[in-house]
């Protein structure tokens, strides 16, 4: 069964910085592009950032771009997610998910295009 397992969420102050994994197992990681999404309560999930297959592209959110980072390691089978200048609207429950659809598709920000999601992780900035 694969697993999506995310990690490095907390409480942090306005201003502040987090980075956030996502560790998959028993995926063929390297043929799936990686996005992040996140949820506030009483809101939809929203994208937030995408990686493709091998790292050479990615795609945030304009609300996110500029202060936060996708990258991955494909030896290690894990997306990571480098949140720097957090503001107390980026407090959501972050969720790593796995796209099995090419990147050129362009089907990177829809929710449905991803098959595999990890539990999620609590972000919540003071401020």
């Known amino acids: ?17 987090l980075r956030l994994s ?3 197992s ?3 990681f390297s ?3 990686m996005g992040w999404f996140r949820q506030a309560p009483g809101k939809e999930r929203e994208f937030v950032a995408a ?3 091998l790292g050479s592209y990615t795609f945030y959110a304009n609300s996110v771009k ?3 980072t996708i990258s991955r390691d494909n030896a290690k089978s894990t ?19 796995a796209n099995p659809q090419a990147w050129y598709s362009g089907s990177y ?16 900035v003071s401020s």
Request: glycine letters at 12%; aromatic letters at 14%; hydrophobic letters at 35%.
């Open 51 to 53: 990686i493709s297959r």
């Open 26 to 28: 028993r995926l063929t």
């Open 1 to 17: 069964q694969v697993q999506l397992v995310e990690s490095g969420g907390g409480l942090v102050q306005a201003g502040g910085s």
């Open 109 to 124: 920000t829809n929710v449905n295009a991803y098959d595999y999601w990890g539990q999620g992780t609590q972000v919540t």
């Open 79 to 97: 997306v990571y997610f480098q949140m720097n200048s957090l503001k107390s609207e980026d407090t959501a429950v972050y969720y790593c998910a």
């Open 31 to 33: 043929i799936y592009s």
């Open 22 to 24: 996502c560790a998959a």
């Open 66 to 68: 500029g202060r936060f």
